[in-house]
């Protein structure tokens, strides 16, 4: 079951992701560790800007599978993702089905 909305919404949220991954390098950079880097809440809504303050270490855990996304809570779409870890502020889901296969070719 692959829809042409799936694929889009696993798009915009690749494209989110990429924002994060940009922030992360700035943050190793400049070796801001006084405060929690925010980012861009990677759900599959592409007007969606809210911020997300995650633990760097969280954050590279999460980035090593690509079937991983930072969402603000209530943003989560049952058809294209489940829960697997609620923190204070954000969820990460898991892509599941197509959305999953779309994640981890454009990552
Ligand atoms: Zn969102």
Redesign the pocket.
């Known amino acids: 079951m692959s829809s042409l909305w799936e694929q889009r919404a696993a798009r915009n949220e690749a494209l989110f992701r990429e924002v994060n991954e940009n922030i992360a390098r700035l943050e190793e950079r400049h070796g801001t560790t006084a405060t929690e880097p925010v980012y861009v809440?990677e759900?599959a809504?592409a007007g969606?800007a809210?911020q997300i303050t995650i633990a760097p270490e969280t954050y590279r855990r999460v980035r090593e599978d690509p079937r991983l996304f930072f969402?603000?809570p209530g943003?989560e779409d049952p058809q294209l993702e489940r829960i697997v870890e609620h923190h204070d502020g954000y969820l990460i889901v898991e892509k599941t089905g197509a959305a999953g296969e779309v994640a981890k070719q454009t990552s």
């Open positions: 809440c759900c809504d969606c809210e969402v603000r943003h």
